[in-house]
């Protein structure tokens, strides 16, 4: 091989590996509980996305602060954040993850289950481990990891993702997601993939 391009390859891997580990290194997780305001999410009856989205995310915070993490929220009431300033919040952060909170809704009501989507490779160890740690904890559809591109994961530089807690438009997911227990589980299953991702 020549010597100049065994040079360039060396270097490439040696950067693949400090950006790997400074993407473990981060110190903040900002929560951004979806929709809020005007912007209700999906919806059956009275049963919000909004508001599972920011409940979830605040017992997430939490049960991140219990395991030593900075946590960042991009809302703490229900008002309206475009998705342009949810990124701008997230790039204020230095070592710093993102994770997205939603619930899922289509008009299809037997559709069931939790996902998580990436867009960035770099985001999708992440993923990974945030979805097995939801599954751990509740029994449900188990949807997988997947390649999407979301405003606000595809427009952050850290690594980002974008949760979804189940179906609101499934009455059996909807009478769940309505009990704290639920909301809980999803909460504790999230913070334990985010530290098993840390650890990885």
Known sequence: MNPMLRAALIALT???????????????????PGHGGHDKGGQWGLVYEKHLALDTSARLEKEL???????VMTRRSDHFISLPERVRLTKKHRNAIFVSVHYNYTWKQGVSGIETFYTSSQSQPLASYVQSGMMSKVRTTNRGVKFARFYVIRHNTCPAILVECGFVSNSTERSRMKSAWWRQSLAEGIANGIVRYRKS
């Open 14 to 32: 040696g950067l693949f590996f400090i950006n790997s580990a400074q993407a473990r290194s981060f110190r903040t997780v900002v929560i951004d």
């Open 65 to 71: 602060k219990k395991r030593g993490f900075r946590t």
